[in-house]
């Protein structure tokens, strides 16, 4: 069983930057496509990043892009997504999953098919 915990939320002004990372445990994490989702009160999980097992291919929501960054570790097994230049609609809990299925060969941007998920950490940005 995999188990993902996210880290690195928290309540930061707008224009600023966070970094959250995701450690895998109980799997082998080099296989996975990996992603990050955020949920906002009243809102539907939306697709934020994912890439690759390799990190060689990366997509990003429009919404982010020039923004944020996501990024592996396979020797740490852990994901990480920079953010910079936060705005408050930014607001939300941030969740990484991981995706067995594809066996990591592509990106997936649908969150019914990831096959696990992480607690989720709260990212609050304030105006």
């Known amino acids: 069983q995999v188990q993902l915990v996210e880290s690195g939320g928290g309540l930061v002004q707008a224009g600023g930057s966070l970094r959250l990372s995701c450690a895998a445990s109980?799997?082998?994490?080099?296989?996975?496509?990996m992603g990050w989702f955020r949920q906002a009160p009243g809102k539907e999980r939306e697709f934020v990043a994912a890439l690759n097992r390799s990190g060689g291919k990366i997509y990003y929501a429009e919404f982010v892009k020039g923004r944020f960054t996501i990024s592996r570790d396979n020797a740490k097994n852990t994901v990480y997504l920079q953010m910079n230049s936060l705005k408050p609609e930014d607001t939300a809990v941030y969740y990484c999953?991981?995706?067995?299925?594809?066996?990591?060969?592509?990106?997936?941007?649908?969150?019914?098919?990831?096959?696990?998920w992480g607690q989720g950490t709260q990212v609050t940005v304030s105006s």
């Open positions: 999953a991981a995706d067995w299925t594809s066996r990591g060969s592509r990106v997936v941007l649908t969150a019914d098919e990831y096959d696990y």
């Open positions: 109980g799997g082998t994490f080099s296989t996975y496509t």
